[in-house]
């Protein structure tokens, strides 16, 4: 299957601080990619996605001054948590499809970050 | 996009075949079957999809009913590596569609 990388893998920050991740797609360009996160032993929750050179979409709950996401090239995205509290610590996984949404989307290893 | 349900847990011996059920009683026309699994603390990773016919790949096979309301994966000779959290997703393929994960079936194999 396709490869999507992100880093880094683990992030640790201090409250107040904004935190980079970045998501690539390495041997396929991305047209569309997603954000999750996952907290301990709970399933994925979608946060957003995003189309290579527009604004994301963000699900309802999702705070988007907060979690500014930018999709550049159709090889990488970026989720930018700005002034991170602890709350924000959790485990985010970026996900990437290309064409049309024909085909199947493909999962990175994740990030985890925690916020002290 | 239909709404599947999934035994929340199950154990299988290792060497033997994981049968992993799944219901989508609410599937439309052009929803095809994914399924995904997810490794304690890695990405999910993506295993095989289907339309209606059976499928087959490296991995797993993908067993769907004639009618297409309940689907079953298939690992055919579990392995210890094989534990983690199985995700049985329904979507159309187009490009507003993405994948969203329900609690899954989490799966141990047993040595």
């Known amino acids: 299957g396709a490869v999507v990388s992100q880093h880094p893998s683990r992030v640790i920050c201090k409250s107040g601080t904004s935190v980079k991740i970045e998501c690539r797609s390495l041997?396929?360009?991305?047209?569309?990619m997603f954000w999750y996160r996952q907290f301990p032993k709970k399933s994925l929750m979608l946060m957003a996605t995003?189309?290579?050179?527009?604004?994301?979409?963000?699900e309802q709950g999702v705070e988007k001054d907060k979690f500014l996401i930018n999709h550049a090239s159709l090889t990488l995205s970026t989720l930018t948590v700005t002034s991170a509290h602890p709350e924000d610590s959790s485990f985010y996984i970026c996900?990437?499809?290309?064409?049309?949404?024909?085909?199947?989307?493909?999962f990175g290893p994740g990030t985890r970050l925690l916020v002290l | 996009d239909a709404k599947t349900t999934q035994p929340p847990s199950m154990d299988c011996a290792e060497g033997r075949a994981a049968n992993l059920p799944c219901n989508h009683s609410?599937?439309?026309?052009?929803?095809?079957v994914y399924w995904y699994r997810q490794i304690h603390s890695q990405g999910p990773q993506y295993i095989i999809h289907?339309?209606?016919n059976n499928e087959t790949n490296e991995m797993a096979s993908l067993i769907i009913t004639e009618d297409r309301k309940s689907s079953t994966l298939i690992l055919p000779h579990a392995t210890l590596r094989d534990t983690a959290v199985y995700y049985c997703?329904?979507?159309?393929?187009?490009?507003?569609?993405?994948?969203?994960f329900g609690p899954g079936t989490s799966l141990s194999v047993i040595p």
């Open positions: 996900s990437a499809r290309s064409s049309g949404g024909q085909e199947t989307q493909y």
């Open positions: 041997d396929f360009q991305a047209t569309t």
């Open positions: 995003s189309n290579e050179g527009s604004k994301a979409t963000y």
């Open positions: 609410t599937i439309s026309g052009n929803e095809y």
């Open positions: 289907g339309l209606k």
């Open positions: 997703i329904v979507r159309r393929r187009t490009s507003y569609d993405k994948v969203i």
